[in-house]
């Protein structure tokens, strides 16, 4: 079975006869991470939820009441709607300083192994048994206390549908078993592929041993599933090729990331802005989200220190800032610009609508992919602000789904991780000479609003529901 192709979402004449007919529906939503929590894997859910109401959905939200989370952000509550029913079940993981501590204690027992070999020793077979415990994810300690939750709500208040979102990989294994004792049609979305989730992750068992239950407990899961969502067309298609080999016949439908123009109502910038500062102003590019080994900054160093060692004069102009979590390598690689004449400006997590005021403050946007297998199917969640944004974007990325994308609003700052040439020439023209940057086919971003992808997803819903009826 193909891919059903993406629709626009119903008029809003249509949207009032849903709700004038009386014919509303219920959705429960599966998602550990959902406000006060923060950070980016929180926007599609809470987006859904908001703008699903439109198209004739209520939304039930099963989530942690006490999640194990390194950020919480509470201007994220503006978003969720009066009415929406939050069911909230304690999860049994520790605090998330607690496990914080632990990882910095097991590199720092990984510095000193040669002291005490025996003890290393020791501390490895532990983690990696509670590593296998711990499948597929730590937020399965979640699981006994969400599913007794999950249960007695869909006992209490009738629901049309199921959808859980992922990572973590957790709520597709409560999701699937809600489904079991409901009937209800479920959805699974994967805002990451399982595998390459697997893969990629810090921290992540990638024993043998692992990789057996993680295949068998996506295959349950995707059994269980009436329709797969993902977030770009390829990786829609690679999940459902997966389904067919576990023998499923779900559907699958793309329905992208996106941004959602009320968050752009205070900013202090227009989001149009049409010109660069002049060459003596200072060139402001910002990054937002995560360094880590998918998002390497590396190129852009290399690129930075290319400048240097031909006119090392002009990075003077040059103000880079870095706002999100650092893997100590990406540090480590930040660090090598504090060597060249660069203003470097690095802060840990800030609220949502934080980040959008320093966006729209950017001279330039940078976004990160790297050339890692399977990366070609992947578009950072923060693309979509970007374009929105309207301002430049710097894109170092694989060939794929996020280049393509890219390459018809700005063909002309997308680069390979390998053409390190290329991106100094682009810094040394922005440093040198006004420049005018001028977005490509503006009006072909309404495609990644929220409210059409909640439109998208509502059609999905009412056509499994249909289905069913």
Known sequence: MSTIISRPTESSDSRDQISSEGTRKRLLLVSYHFPPVGGAGVQRPVKFVKYLRQFGW???VLMAANPS?????NSLLV?????TNLVKARTWEPDYSLKKNMANKNQNSQSTSLLSPVKSVCRKIAR?????LLQPDSQILWYPNALKAGKKLLNEMPHDAILATAPPYSNLILASKLKRISGLPLIVDFRDEWDLSSKYLENHQQDR???LIQTRLQKSVMQQADAIVATTKASTQRLLDRAHQFGTDAVARCIYNGFDMDDFDHLDQPLQKTHHPAAQKRFRIVYTGTLWNLTT??????AIEAVHQSQPEILKNLELQFIGRKTPEQQALLERIRQTACTLLTEEYCAHHEALKKMANADALCLLLSDVEGADRVAPAKLFEYLAIQREILSITPAGETAEILGSFWPASNFRADNIAGMATWLTERLTETHDACISQPEQIDQFKREYQAG???DLLNQLVNNTV
């Open 58 to 60: 209520d939304v039930s």
């Open 209 to 211: 041993i692992s990789h």
């Open 297 to 302: 900054v590396e190129p852009l160093i290399h």
């Open 128 to 132: 990696s048994g509670a590593g296998l």
């Open 69 to 73: 989370v390194p950020v919480f952000d």
């Open 456 to 458: 998208q997803l509502a």
């Open 79 to 83: 978003d969720i709607p009066e009415e």
